[in-house]
C-alpha cells in the first residue's frame, strides 16, 4: 500500500509539471498587455519599458516560467493587478465562503442521494424510484444558472422566503448567512445529486442480487442487517469515488452558483477576474483548482483501493 | 429496426427530440416569427403573448425569434466541439492504444494534465486566453473533451489488438495505419457513437455556462446562455418570460441528447451499461 501511494505521488510530478505549463501558456496566450492594465494612466514608452522590465516581462518566455514557477511553488503567486492584494490572500480571504457553500451542497448531495437513492433501488419501480429516476434525468440536464435563476424567481421574489443572493458573515449574524446559503447550496447541490443518487441506485441494484445477500438472509439476520451491513457496505464502494471526484471539482459549479447569488467566494473572484484580465489571480485560481482536483482523485484512488480489497494496487493499468 | 425502437422507446423519443432541434436550427430564418436581432423598442418587455408567444425583451426583440436562432448556435457548438474532441481524442486514443511504448506513454501523461484541470475551469481558462468568442469556445470544449475519447479509444484497441484477425492482418503485412483504420477502429465505433451523442450535451450545457459568464456568444447574437445572463436583470421586476425561454431550450435539448445517448447505449451495447 505504502509503495503504491508512493508511486501514484511519484506519477504526480509530471503531471503538474505539465499542468502548470498549460497554465502559465494559457496566461501568456491571453490578449491584452498585462503591463497596459498595470500601468493605470502612464502610457509613456519608456515608463511601460521600465515596468516591463521590473516585472521580467522582457525576458524570453522560458526563462519567464522558470522565475514564475519558482515563485509559485514558495507560495508566492504575484499580486492583483486591480487590487495590487497579494494573491494568495485574496484567494485565502474568499475560500472559507467557497468551503462553506460547497461543502453544505456536497452534504446535502450526498445524504438526500443516499437515502432516496437507496429507498428508489430497495422499491424497484415504486412511484418514488421513478419520481428519483426522472429527477435524475432532469437533474443532468438542467443548467445549473438556470435552476439558481428559477429559484431566485420563485424563492426569493414571489414568495420572498429567501434573500435572492448576497452574503452574510457567519460570526456576527449566523440566521443570515444561513438563510443567505439556503438557494445556492440547493442550486449547487442539484446536479451532483442526480449523478449521486443514480449511482447509489444502479450500484444497489447491482448487489441486490448477489448470493451472499441470500446467504445472510438465509441465516437469519434482519432485512436492516442485510441491507446496511451488507448490501450497502459494497454496493457504495463504486459511490465513494463519484463523491470523492465531486469534492475536488466543487470550483467547477461554485463559478456559476456564487456568480448568479453574488456570493464572494473563490469562483465568483474567478469570473471577476477573467472579465478584468487580472491574469496572476485567474492563474492561481486556475492552478489551484487543478492541483486541489489532482489531491482529490489521488485519495479517491487510494480510498478505493482500501476500501475493497479486491483492487490490486500493486500493477495498476493507467 | 422496428424491434430496436419498441424494446426502446427512449430511442424513439430522444431522437425525435433531437430531430425537432435540428429541424428548427435549420429552418430557423422560415419558421422565426421575427427578426431575433431586430430592435423595436416600442415592443419592450411585453409579457407573452399572441403576437409574441415568449414575450419580447427590453430591447423589443421577440423572444421566440431569438430562442429559435439560437438552436443555431448552441447545435453548431455541439457538433464543432464533439467533432475536435473526437478526431483528436480517437486519433490520439488509436496511436497510443496500438503503438504502445513512448507513443502510449507521452500521449496519457498529456491526457492526465488535461483531466487534472476540473472541465469547466479548463473551458473557461481556454476561452478566456483565446478571447472571448463563440469560435473559441467551440475550440476550448472540444480540447476539455478530448481525454474521454482517447480514454474509450484506448481500452477498446488494447482490448483488439491481439484479437485474431487483427493478428492476421498483421501478418499478411498490412501497414499499422491499415490495421487500424480498417480493422480496429470500424469494430470500436459503437461506445464512440455513444460517447458523442452524450458529449454533444455536455457542449451544449458548457456552451451555455460559458456565454452565461460572456465568455462564449457575443451581443447581439442570440444564443441562449447569454440571453439567460442579459435578461437575469429584469428577474427583480418578476420578468420571467425572457429567461424562460432560453432555459427551457438548454434544458429540452441536453435532456433530448442525453436521453437519446443512454438509449444508443442501451441498443448498441448493453454491457456498456454498467460503466455509466
Sequence with gaps: MTQYILRRLLLMVPVAFLVTVIVFTLIRLSPGDPVL?????????????????????????????????????????????????????????????TIELGGTAILISITVALVVGTAAALNRNSALDLFATGFTLAGVSLPNFYLGIILILLFALALRIFPPGGYADFASEPFDNLKRLVLPAV?????????????????????????????????????????????????????????????????????????IFFWPGVGRLAVDSISGR????????????????????????????????????????T | ??????????????????????????????????????????????????????????????????V???????????????????????????????????????????????????????AISITAALGPQIQNAMIAIGIVAIPAYTRLTRGQVLSMRERE?????????????????????????????????????????????LSFLGLGAQPPDPSWGQDINYNARYLSNLMWWMSLGPGTAIFLAVFAFNFLGDALRDALDPRLRRAA
Aim: overall charge neutral.
Design chain 2, 1 to 66: 429496426m422496428r424491434g430496436v425502437i419498441r424494446r426502446n422507446p427512449r430511442l424513439l423519443i430522444g431522437g425525435v427530440i433531437v430531430l425537432v432541434l435540428l429541424f428548427v436550427a435549420l429552418a430557423a430564418p422560415l419558421i422565426s416569427p421575427y427578426d431575433p436581432i431586430k430592435v423595436d423598442v416600442s415592443q419592450n418587455l411585453e409579457p407573452p403573448s399572441l403576437a409574441h408567444p415568449l414575450g419580447t425583451d427590453d430591447l423589443g426583440r421577440d423572444v421566440l425569434s431569438r
Design chain 1, 37 to 97: 492594465v498595470f500601468a493605470g494612466e502612464e502610457r509613456d514608452p519608456e515608463a511601460l519599458d521600465a515596468l516591463r522590465h521590473q516585472y521580467g516581462l522582457d525576458q524570453p518566455m522560458p526563462v519567464q516560467f522558470v522565475v514564475w514557477l519558482e515563485h509559485a511553488v514558495q507560495g508566492d503567486l504575484g499580486r492583483s493587478l486591480r487590487t495590487r492584494q497579494p494573491v494568495l490572500e485574496a484567494i485565502t480571504e474568499r475560500l472559507p465562503k
Design chain 1, 187 to 259: 442550486t449547487l447541490a442539484t446536479a451532483s445529486l442526480a449523478v449521486n443518487m443514480r449511482q447509489v441506485r444502479s450500484s444497489l441494484l447491482d448487489v441486490l442480487s448477489q448470493e451472499y445477500l441470500r446467504t445472510a438472509r438465509a441465516k437469519g439476520l434482519g432485512e436492516r442487517a442485510v441491507i446496511v451491513g451488507h448490501a450497502m457496505k459494497n454496493g457504495l464502494i463504486p459511490v465513494v469515488t463519484i463523491f470523492g471526484l465531486q469534492v475536488g471539482a466543487i470550483l467547477d459549479g461554485a463559478i456559476i452558483t456564487e456568480t
Design chain 2, 68 to 122: 429559435i436562432w439560437g438552436s443555431r448556435i448552441s447545435l453548431s457548438v455541439g457538433v464543432i466541439s464533439v467533432g475536435i474532441g473526437f478526431f483528436v481524442g480517437v486519433s490520439l486514443g488509436l496511436a497510443a492504444g496500438y503503438l504502445g511504448g513512448l507513443v502510449d506513454l507521452l500521449a496519457m501523461r498529456a491526457i492526465d494534465a488535461l483531466l487534472a484541470f476540473p472541465a469547466l475551469v479548463l
Design chain 2, 165 to 209: 484477425f487483427v493478428v492476421a492482418a498483421r501478418t499478411i503485412g498490412a501497414t499499422p495505419l491499415r490495421v487500424v483504420m480498417r480493422h480496429i477502429f470500424p469494430n470500436i465505433t459503437n461506445p464512440l457513437v455513444v460517447q458523442a451523442t452524450l458529449g454533444t450535451a455536455g457542449a451544449i450545457l458548457a456552451e451555455a455556462a
Design chain 1, 278 to 317: 487580472d491574469y496572476p489571480v485567474v492563474q492561481a485560481i486556475v492552478l489551484m483548482s487543478a492541483l486541489s482536483f489532482m489531491v482529490s482523485t489521488l485519495a479517491v484512488d487510494i480510498l478505493y483501493a482500501w476500501l475493497d480489497p479486491r483492487i490490486s494496487y500493486t500493477r495498476r493499468a
